[in-house]
């Protein structure tokens, strides 16, 4: 399964898109329930693999070994990835032929991370239902990731309930030029519609040097950069030409307060390998 990062600027809870960060999950009929896994997860029936599993079936007789090169609580979708996972392997072993995306959804609580793992490039995600196309070719990303997470719960408290109509008039715009940028791989309209007025400099005291930096992200020869789900990851888009340049120029900025990784966009969403 993909990762994944939400919002992408103006698309706040309605975009999405995968990016080539992993997920495995290998479910095994062993006549005990187990959680085995490197990671600093839970390890019992809480485990977001399992809760999803067992949303459709009981986990007793099972052992789930968990892999995963996602950072977790940074907002690139570990959360999803997991839910995605544990939802097909349970459809998958017991041939149930659910709607993947509308059980991850249920559990997860909103679509557009699963939308993106689930069905990889970039997705739209409307009346309850996902339109997903391909990134397009020359546009690439890199991550950056703080050390300290920010709590998911945190960020939501930080948005205000209602918004000034040009506030929602903006990011309606811009979502749309940022749309039509990624349809056509119109670097400029994609530059331009990669602005947001609704919940990243709402949540900014959270994550005060990443906000600093996806707005300083062009300086340093980026299309841009987007607050990656609640945060505090940066997504910086680039184009490809310019990615080793910008990732040098990131790399002189961090200072030992987050870790810079290389985050292709990923056409592949989540399958199942038969063992």
């Keep these: 399964m993909p990762g ?43 485990n977001l693999c399992v809760r999803a599993f067992e949303r459709l079936h009981p986990a007793d007789a099972f052992t789930f070994s968990i892999r995963s090169e996602i950072p977790l609580a940074g907002g690139l ?30 559990v997860e609580g909103h679509p557009d991370n699963v939308a993106a793992s689930l069905l990889g490039g970039f997705v739209v995600c409307a009346d309850g239902r996902a339109t997903r196309f391909e990134p397009p070719t020359g546009l690439e990303a890199l991550a950056v990731v703080p050390a300290e997470a920010v709590r998911t719960s945190a960020a939501r408290a930080a948005l205000a309930e209602q918004v000034a109509l040009s506030d929602a008039v903006f990011n309606v715009a811009h979502a749309a030029l940022l749309t039509l940028g990624l349809a056509r791989g119109d670097w400029d309209l994609l530059a331009r519609g990669l602005q947001d007025r609704l ?9 005060p040097r990443s906000y600093d930096l996806a707005m300083r992200a062009q300086e340093l020869g980026a299309l841009g950069a987007t607050i990656s789900g609640a945060g505090p990851t940066v997504l910086v888009w680039c184009f490809y030409e310019h990615t ?22 990923e056409s592949q969403g989540a399958y199942v390998v038969e063992l």
Excluded: Y
């Design 77 to 106: 979708g570990s959360s999803a990835a997991a839910i995605v996972a544990g939802t097909m392997a349970a459809d998958h072993l017991f041939e149930m032929d659910i709607d993947l995306l509308a059980q991850s959804s249920a």
């Design 4 to 46: 994944s990062s939400a919002n992408l600027g103006p698309g706040f809870d309605c975009m999405a898109a995968a990016v080539s960060l992993k997920l495995e999950l290998e479910v095994i009929e062993t006549g005990r329930f187990a959680v085995e896994s490197e990671l600093p997860i839970a390890k019992g029936r809480e």
């Design 244 to 265: 080793g340049a910008v990732a040098e120029a990131l790399g002189s900025e961090l200072d030992g307060w987050a870790t810079l990784l290389r985050t292709p966009f």
């Design 199 to 207: 919940h990243q400099q709402q949540r900014s005291q959270l994550f």
